[in-house]
DNA sequence: CGGATGCTTCGGCGCCCGCCGAAGCATCCG
DNA sequence: CGGATGCTTCGGCGGGCGCCGAAGCATCCG
């Protein structure tokens, strides 16, 4: 056989293994798992999986070594989180691309409840997701200070409007300022790149909204509303 | 065993399915293939894979089924190509992030030849790529039509720039305007979305570029020069 | 109509990989 | 120091999947 191959791209071996990486139900487990932001532990991934310790230790030595997880010693602990956003991303527009049918819907009350949490608001590796996300993206929008209908930039006065509310935006890395990330939960865009990084660092370090026990939902509080009704007009009701 | 398993991602299943897709090089090869947005027989990409072509029909009946692909009979003949244009942008999205040190650097000298076509210009699906790809896209920068710096979009003057040249943008679908195609071969980003995909469309029919042969690789003409240099500035040099 | 061409189905083979539990090592703690 | 805890390594098992060639079907063409 074979002979009749002419020039096979040089890249799809790589491809191949890339996509490897996360074509096992386990792995996708812990990836989505991970899009929280946070650092879980080997054991704490393998509950949150249902698979043995011993098999969650391999998953994790090929996330790591192809490059999509870094890895922390700490003690007897070896922790683990998204090695940077570039592979958040690539799980998210993978996921996003799921085809909405093949989620199977939550069924028992616990769980039921803990997604409505979630869909009200989370954080999505390191912004605000959820109905949260939404209503801060669509308020930018509104007010001129972030462009949709174009592509997803900020404009000179979002500059202005981070400038000014004493959020500081990284703008040295390579990592794009305004990037849109699908809602997993709203179906639509929601604000990403180092903008809406430093958007949602604020929101924790400011008290606008507290994370909910240890997963990644959150929760705005009193304070968070009212400066999100000042700088940017939302409404409480909208965070409901 | 297992007991212990909490509250699985329903995401996941879906998510390794989708990457399954991917995760094998010859599926790969061919996705890498189909990125010229252009379709092919599966006798055809089964001699590009260098594969038997039962095997290659089972290949193709799973990307099909899977939504990457869209087919079409014709006679004795199977066409495939890229399902629409999120199927190309995950191909894309993933290719870029795979390693550089990962791809092997052709050999022969016949392959050199084809690279170094296809690193002046190429259709990236349905947009431009290579160094013409990169030369529309900082032209259109330089001139203010479109933005970078803080996300990646069309400016108003660059709407105008659109409609001045006769180049009509689709606005009514869900596909953004301007986004950022990260190129294989020039490691920085070129326009791609609804206003790529015009440009190149546009370049083409009005014999500005002219394809190589059959593959993805584009020529610009003297018509196309001239029509360059006059409404982007771009020098002829930068093409060659 | 009959041979050539393109694709698909099928059976069979072999490899890869995910899974587990047992055993071993490192770390922490009383 | 010794037991508990967390992780890793190893052997073994089973299933899935990619590969092929042979055979069969559809289409095209002389």
Redesign the pocket.
């Known amino acids: 056989?074979?002979e009749g191959m002419t020039t096979r791209d040089p890249r799809a071996a790589g491809l191949a293994r890339l996509a490897?990486?996360i074509?096992?139900?386990?792995?996708a487990v812990c990836l989505l798992a991970l899009l929280d932001g946070r650092a879980w532990?080997?054991?704490?991934?393998?509950r949150h999986?249902?698979?043995?310790?011993?098999?969650?230790?391999?998953?994790?030595?090929?996330l790591v070594a192809g490059g999509l997880l870094a890895?922390e010693?700490?003690?007897?602990?070896?922790?683990v989180r998204l090695a940077d956003a570039t592979a958040a991303q690539l799980v998210e527009d993978l996921a996003a691309r799921v085809a909405p049918g093949d989620v199977r819907r939550p069924r028992t009350l616990r769980q039921a409840g803990a997604g409505s949490a979630m869909a009200r608001g989370r954080t999505c590796y390191d912004h605000l997701a959820g109905r949260l996300g939404i209503a801060v993206t669509d308020a930018l929008t509104a007010r001129g200070l972030l462009r949709q209908d174009t592509g997803f930039a900020l404009t000179d006065a979002g500059l202005r409007w981070f400038d000014a509310a004493g959020i500081a935006l990284d703008r040295r890395g390579r990592r794009p300022l305004a990037r849109a990330c699908l809602d997993w939960t709203e179906r639509r865009p929601h604000l990403a790149g180092a903008a809406g990084a430093a958007l949602c660092g604020h929101a924790l370090r400011a008290g606008w909204c507290v994370r909910i026990g240890s997963g990644r939902a959150v929760r705005v509080t009193d304070t968070g509303e009212r400066a999100l009704s000042e700088l940017l007009g939302i409404g409480a009701a909208v965070l409901r």
Chains 1, 2 share one sequence.
């Open positions: 056989m074979l490897g990486l074509a096992d139900e386990t792995r532990t080997a054991g704490e991934l393998a999986a249902g698979v043995a310790a011993s098999t969650l230790s391999e998953h994790l030595s090929r890895e010693r700490q003690g007897r602990h070896r922790y």
